[in-house]
């Protein structure tokens, strides 16, 4: 490794916002606000989009989260590289419209609107914003749900709009009604504010609203439009279609892994353990999905994972803390087939796992690394009890009892550190990432090795090149 000084530092601050971005979420969290976390994560990105451009366009093909990619790419359209290289501002546009077609259609829509609002109006931008809005499939639907963000786009980029859908969103109120539509989903809309059978031929978040407009009991609605359900509005529903009486018919081996989690912990544990079977397999079968190829592949993994207090997490991202260690811990046991779990509060019972104690990380993570597994896999906030314990004994086993680093320790934290500006280490010997999504763990891990100082900036430029281009060849 040749890189100087400068370059390692480059290389850290690199991490460390790709760190932030994927587990930050500018919502409150248990030890921090969701002011801070803003005003955090808005340095981190003006500071590496100055200093590492190239670079900072590439996270688009890690596994940030979806608020902080939407926030990327507002810099690239908004900001945009005087003189850059044509094939850099090329994988870059491959990038936007890469990253924009896998995210929800919400988000972009609501992307959409901050650059009108902004003003943002440069030709890529009204490139970008064409080249998505034609690859919707059904632009009378997102007429229906996202109004306000199709309207928007529409007349910021001055787009063309198929004739039903334009007279939908132009035409005043009063004349909106009365306009006959060739779309049959439009016409639907038109009869659901006179006729409640209209009501059932919406999507359900649409019809939602006119069915307590028209005062239908909810039991009814409930049974009459699980056919117009997606799987993640049927899983969300499913208390209270139990509630009601009511088959929500939910396969929830479909779902992702890290949602069904957060299901998962939101059921009281008497009915977890009423519904031990189907849960179990539900979540055996995610996993397994989660793993893909891999599935087996990985050698002796020991996890430690925190259910402390603190993974709670707070009012808006309840318990996900928690539901990301309850994924990693299915999803390591169906990488490695002689995985095990150290949960920090001795529960020996993953699907009853909830909140509770302090956060004793030293115990466990020694106990860990003591019996010499290959991998070691920590995911935990990062708040322990007794911090210099830890820091000062991890440092102490890896220089003196493993030198040669034949356990591999990676410390996955899925809550940013506002007032740190980064994630909250455990140790300066245990490299520390962010995680958002338990499924992109393995690339996770195989990112972690640049954090323990062995590699620089080079080999992570190259690394991040050869992620961009994957990113953009898997497209489909």
């Given at each position: 490794m040749t890189d100087t000084y400068a370059d390692l530092l480059a290389c850290e601050d690199l991490l460390l916002f790709a760190g932030a971005a994927t587990a930050a979420t500018g919502r409150r969290e248990f030890h921090s606000g969701a002011d801070e976390q803003r005003l955090s994560m808005e340095f981190l990105h003006d500071y590496v989009h100055q200093t590492?451009?190239?670079?900072?366009?590439?996270?688009?093909?890690?596994?940030?989260?979806?608020?902080?990619?939407?926030?990327v790419v507002h810099t690239l359209l908004s900001h945009p590289r005087p003189g850059a290289p044509a094939d850099e501002r090329a994988r870059e546009n491959g990038l936007?419209?890469?990253?924009?077609a896998l995210m929800p259609p919400q988000r972009v829509y609501r992307l959409f609107r901050r650059l009108a609002g902004d003003r943002v109006n440069n030709r890529r931008t009204r490139a970008t914003m064409r080249d998505w809005l034609n690859a919707r499939p059904r632009l009378e639907l997102d007429a229906l749900k996202y109004r306000s963000g199709l309207h928007a786009a529409a007349r910021h980029a001055r787009l063309p709009l198929p004739p039903d859908v334009d007279r939908f969103l132009f035409s005043r109120t009063s004349r909106r009604r009365?306009?006959?539509?060739?779309?049959?989903?439009?016409?639907?809309?038109?009869?659901?504010?006179?006729?409640?059978?209209g009501v059932y031929d919406l999507p359900f978040t649409v019809a939602e609203g006119f069915a307590a407009h028209h005062g239908?009991?909810?039991?009814?609605?409930?049974?009459?439009?699980?056919?117009?359900?997606?799987?993640?509005?049927?899983?969300?529903?499913?208390s209270a279609t139990r509630r009601a009486g009511v088959d929500p018919r939910v396969d929830l081996g479909s779902m992702?892994?890290?949602?069904?989690?957060?299901?998962?912990?939101?059921?009281p544990v008497a009915e977890r353990e009423e519904r031990r079977t189907e849960l179990q397999e539900a979540l055996t079968r995610a996993a397994r999905r989660a793993a893909g190829p891999l599935a087996g592949t990985w050698p002796t993994t020991v996890a430690v994972l925190d259910d402390s207090y603190s993974s709670w997490g707070s009012p808006e991202r309840r318990n996900h803390p928690l539901?990301?260690?309850?994924?990693?811990?299915?999803?390591?046991?169906?990488l490695s087939p002689r995985a095990t779990t150290r949960w920090l509060s001795g529960h020996a019972d993953a699907l009853t796992?909830?909140?509770?104690?302090?956060t004793r990380l030293a115990e466990a993570v020694l106990d860990a690394v003591e019996s010499r597994p290959d991998r070691v896999v920590i995911v935990s906030d990062g708040h322990d009890d007794h911090p210099p314990l830890l820091a000062d004994?991890?440092?102490?086993?890896?220089?003196?009892?493993?030198?040669d680093r034949a356990t591999t320790v990676v410390h996955l934290n899925p809550v940013f550190d506002a007032d740190g500006l980064s994630l909250r280490p455990l140790s300066p010997a245990v490299p520390t990432i962010g995680l958002r999504d338990p499924d992109a763990l393995p690339s996770l891990v195989e990112l972690a090795r640049f954090g323990e100082g062995r590699l620089g900036l080079s080999e992570l430029r190259a690394h991040m090149e050869a992620t961009a281009t994957a990113y953009l060849e898997a497209r489909t």
């Open positions: 590492l451009p190239d670079l900072y366009a590439m996270t688009l093909a890690l596994h940030i989260n979806d608020h902080h990619a939407a926030r936007i419209r890469r990253r924009l009365r306009i006959r539509y060739d779309s049959p989903l439009l016409r639907a809309h038109g009869r659901a504010h006179y006729s409640v059978q239908v009991p909810r039991e009814r609605f409930l049974e009459r439009i699980r056919a117009r359900t997606t799987h993640a509005e049927r899983l969300r529903l499913e992702p892994l890290l949602r069904l989690c957060v299901h998962v912990l939101g059921l539901a990301a260690a309850l994924a990693c811990h299915h999803l390591l046991h169906a796992v909830r909140p509770l104690g302090p004994a991890l440092t102490v086993w890896r220089r003196r009892l493993d030198p």
